[in-house]
Structures are given as structure tokens and as C-alpha cells.
């Protein structure tokens, strides 16, 4: 599957943003789905993921401020960010999962940047 993110910029503190990854493949709706991030200098982590039957889950940091969704019509998966922080600043990247494995390759990250 070939997945391209985007609708990164450049946002003030508290407001919001939303993400898009656009996914090939025509079995995409059997995908669980995962949203990641990496800031510079750390390691590149998970921060949504939602299933095939529209499960989700967060990262402890985001929950109650960034929501997961999915198109399957569409085959696109998106990241609704509210209330965004400084500390969201990363590049984003969507990718598919298998458990908590990611199926590589990622899709070209989206940068977000949040100005305090």
C-alpha cells in the first residue's frame, strides 16, 4: 500500500489542524490504521491508531485533543487535532499496522508546527 499524508502547517497554539493520508490498494478497509509522529531528536511514536471496525486508541498526550477517523469510500484515514500544544511540533506520518507492528514502508510525512 502506497500512503501520502498532508494538511500539515503552521498553527498557533490552541488551535487546530487537520491531517489526511491518502491510502492505495483496494483492501484498504481491512487495514488497521495508525497516525505517528516524530520530533526532533526523539524517537518516532505512535499517536492514534484505529482498527477496521473503527476501533481507536491514543497516546496518552493526545487524548481528549486529537481524534481518528476513517473513510473507507475514500480510502483515507485523518487526524483531527484541537487545542494543539508547541510540543506537537513534528513531523507526522501515517502508516498501516498489523497489532502493534507498523507495515512498513511509512507514507511521506506531513510537517506540523505549533508557535507558542
Known amino acids: 500500500v502506497q500512503l501520502q499524508a498532508s494538511g500539515g502547517g503552521l498553527v498557533p497554539a490552541g488551535g487546530s489542524l487537520r491531517l489526511t493520508c491518502a491510502a492505495s490498494?483496494?483492501?484498504?478497509?481491512?487495514?488497521?490504521m495508525g497516525w505517528y509522529r516524530q520530533a526532533p531528536g526523539k524517537q518516532r511514536e505512535l499517536v492514534a491508531a484505529?482498527?477496521?471496525?473503527?476501533?481507536?486508541l491514543y497516546a496518552d498526550s493526545v487524548k481528549g485533543r486529537f481524534t481518528i477517523s476513517r473513510d473507507n469510500a475514500k480510502n483515507t484515514v485523518y487526524l483531527q487535532m484541537n487545542s494543539v500544544k508547541p510540543e506537537d511540533t513534528a513531523v507526522y506520518y501515517c502508516?498501516?499496522?498489523?497489532?502493534?507492528?507498523?507495515?512498513?514502508?511509512y507514507g511521506q510525512g506531513t510537517q506540523v508546527t505549533v508557535s507558542s
Open positions: 484505529i482498527s477496521s471496525g473503527g476501533g481507536t
Open positions: 502508516a498501516r499496522r498489523r497489532g502493534t507492528i507498523v507495515v512498513l514502508p
Open positions: 490498494g483496494s483492501t484498504f478497509s481491512s487495514y488497521e
